[in-house]
């Protein structure tokens, strides 16, 4: 045996990743870790609102500002503030809701119409009204807040969580992204990539009907055995040249090949719901094989039964400046019926199980809307990173509880403030992670999902 067989030799001592046939084979990258601490919930659903939802039109309730509609802004509140479209040197109005509010639950927690079905999961629910981000923009927004930064190239939440934690699934993803609405969230695919990380933990998208990915299926005429004598000549191929440099990158490609042919298997059936009761679909509101977010609500439960980490849920659009398109009337409501009924089937369902306990659901946008309206052709909000709403359950968070309060205009947090680094310390802190401690070396100093901020929201842990 010569010395690069030697070393072959003993890097190869963990045969699970390639089955029995295979006669040796590497450590599986996305195997089950364990965290800093003892967790209090292993899996996240979150639920992305992309566009950024108003919270005055759906949960921050405020009177004071629908009795001054229509009155100018006070100069105080705005002086020295940016804002995406909005001049506010003159004329800037405030803007009260037309929404009418209710109060709902034994915990009594404010919703708007818009929302019928999720009013009944609120004694479920921590709602944090206080959240801040830093970026007014919506690209760098949403990457700020999957990322902890508006730059490129860093992890998503979901690679810093399978890198730190690993995944209990064999056979499907431990990072997935399921998309719906009319286009896909601006920013793209680095809202999910894994930045500086192996790209064996960067989000995995599958497709909610059809082929859940493009190209999984073999080609006609190419039998498992064949396929079977391709991988293993790739494999080959990889294992001589991971020895030759060292690079991690290849055994990332080795187990990407893998999973790829577990998949063809595991992902028709994940998202074949056959099997799924007719009472089951209707809860979520599926009325036939179409795509929708409700079908990815249903399809996000079987994702976390089956041992799937981080399950990610982006839907389109939300963005509500006024006119074409973007109407806080017609178009508003749609978007709010679209994922009304699902998310709230998604709390029931997964209490229902016995999956809630162990399975933390986010709910949120990248910021929230601004009190004055915007003069477009129609009256819409603009973009505001003081103070919006997102809510959380299930993981460990409190249920029927409210965290954090804004001002009687909705304008800035009075206590309780949650910028988004603390979100995500929570989080972490949540899956048993100590979000100082998840750290990965990249040129030449460590970096952490929250850089050098955060710290973990006690108040709204059980």
Not at 42 to 47: F, T, V
Not at 56 to 68: A, G, H, I, M, Q
Not at 284 to 313: H, K, M, T, W
């Amino acid at each position: 045996m010569g010395l690069g067989g030697i070393a072959l030799a003993s890097m190869l001592n963990d045969r699970r990743l390639y089955g029995a046939a295979a006669p040796t084979a590497l450590p599986d990258p996305m195997a089950p870790k364990p965290g800093h601490h003892a967790p209090r919930a292993k899996n996240i659903i979150y639920l992305f609102m992309a566009g950024a939802p108003s919270q005055l039109e759906l949960f921050d309730y405020k009177p004071k500002l629908v009795e001054l509609n229509g009155q100018p802004v006070p100069q105080s509140l705005i002086e020295g503030k940016r804002f995406a479209f909005m001049d506010t040197s003159h004329g800037t109005k405030l803007l009260g809701t037309r929404r009418a509010f209710k109060q709902h639950g034994k915990s009594g927690t404010w919703v708007s119409e818009l929302f019928p079905h999720t009013a009944k999961i609120v004694d479920d629910v921590t709602f944090v009204h206080s959240c801040a981000a830093d970026l007014f923009n919506h690209a760098p927004a949403k990457l700020f807040m999957n990322t902890g930064s508006g730059q490129f190239g860093r992890p998503s939440m979901g690679s810093w969580l399978t890198y730190g934690l690993g995944s209990e699934s064999r056979d499907l993803p431990g990072f997935v992204v399921l998309q719906s609405g009319p286009r896909g969230p601006r920013g793209g695919a680095v809202n999910w990539g894994s930045g500086f990380l192996p790209t064996t933990y960067q989000g995995v998208p599958l497709r909610g009907n059809g082929d859940p990915i493009l190209n999984l299926s073999n080609p006609e005429g190419v039998t498992a055995a064949r396929q079977r004598q391709t991988i293993d000549a790739i494999r080959d191929l990889n294992l001589s040249r991971a020895v030759a440099t060292g690079d991690a990158e290849i055994h990332t490609r080795i187990a990407a090949y893998e999973m790829a042919s577990r998949m063809q298997t595991s992902a028709p059936e994940l998202i074949d719901l056959k099997g799924e009761s007719e009472a089951t679909k209707k809860l979520y509101g599926i009325e036939d094989d179409r795509p929708s977010f409700a079908r990815n609500c249903l399809l996000a439960r079987r994702l976390v039964e089956r041992g799937s980490r981080f399950v990610q849920l982006y839907h389109t659009n939300w963005d509500s400046h006024g006119g074409p398109g973007e109407n806080l009337q017609g178009d508003f409501e749609k978007v709010c019926r679209d994922v009304d009924q699902a998310q709230a089937a998604l709390v029931q369902d997964l209490k229902a199980r016995g999956l809630l306990k162990d399975t933390l659901v986010i709910w949120g946008g990248e910021f929230g809307r601004t009190p004055m309206g915007e003069n477009r052709d129609t009256m819409g909000r603009n973009h505001h990173i003081d103070a919006f709403t997102m809510w959380f359950a299930g993981g460990g968070v409190k249920a029927g509880f409210s965290l954090g309060e804004t001002d009687e205009l909705g304008f800035s947090p009075t206590a309780d403030r949650a910028h988004v680094h603390d979100l995500h310390a929570t989080i972490l802190h949540l899956l048993g992670i100590d979000h100082k401690k998840l750290t990965f070396r990249f040129q030449g100093r460590d970096f952490r999902l929250t850089d050098v901020h955060g710290h973990v929201i006690e108040k709204m842990l059980v």
